[in-house]
């Protein structure tokens, strides 16, 4: 079945402001990740954060967990026009990562 | 060095053909994926290996069948390709089985025409 579902589907806005992302999962997780796909090229990953984990840092990346809602958001701060991609959420569930529909970041000069 | 390569990366066949896509990773990590994502974008997983072995075998039509021969390689292959077949596959692959991050390649782009 289908987990991760991101929300907003599109966000556009412009270089120096925060883009925030959410998450949202349905069945118990092992972690949750958080990757980068520009246009035409594969995944990257950015960050995973532990279902025993609140919350996670990587340089201008914020990741929040909240297990008992089951939902995970993603702050980008300062954006920067190479921000501009699709970023997907994933969940750990035994043996795979299911991904969510994505959200697509515009980033604007 | 591409960490994860798979070719190649556009292939234009017609319906009913035969298709090969394949996949090398030179990372050491012992779980290789395949992954279909569609045109909305959406990514499904198809199939997982561990250590040359089928852990996931997703709902997928028995015309698409992974070989791993050894551990760097997954290829996927596809047997009477079909209209709806067309989406960008990707292999990734990762350390452990849980836990871990995926490495991805750049995809193939598959168009059945």
């Known amino acids: 079945s289908q987990q991760g579902e991101e929300d907003p589907q599109a966000l556009s806005i412009q270089e120096g402001e925060n883009a925030t992302m959410n998450c949202s999962y349905k069945?118990?997780?092992?972690?949750l990740q958080w990757y980068r796909q520009n246009s035409g090229r594969g995944l990257v990953h950015l960050i995973l954060?532990?279902?025993?984990?609140r919350e996670k840092h990587s340089g201008r990346l914020r990741v929040t967990l909240d297990t008992s809602k089951k939902s995970s958001s993603l702050l980008i701060t300062a954006s920067r026009a190479a921000d501009t991609a699709s970023y997907f959420c994933?969940?750990?569930?035994?043996?795979?990562?299911?991904f969510g529909k994505g959200t697509s970041l515009l980033v604007t000069p | 060095d591409t960490a994860v390569s798979q070719t190649p990366k556009y292939l234009v066949t017609q319906m009913g053909n035969d298709k090969s896509i394949k996949c090398e990773q030179n990372l050491g990590h012992d779980t290789m994926y395949w992954y279909k994502q569609d045109s909305k974008k959406f990514l499904k997983i198809m199939f997982s290996?561990?250590?040359?072995?089928?852990?996931i075998n997703e709902t997928v039509p028995n015309r698409f069948s992974p070989k791993s021969p050894d551990k760097a390689h997954l290829n996927l292959h596809i047997n009477s390709l079909e209209l709806g077949d067309s989406a960008v596959y990707f292999c990734a692959s990762s350390q452990a089985i849980v836990n871990t991050e995926a490495f991805f390649g750049q995809g193939t782009r598959l168009t059945v025409v």
């Open positions: 954060i532990r279902s025993n984990e």
């Open positions: 069945t118990s997780i092992n972690n």
């Open positions: 994933a969940s750990g569930v035994g043996y795979a990562l299911n």
């Open positions: 290996y561990n250590n040359k072995e089928l852990i």
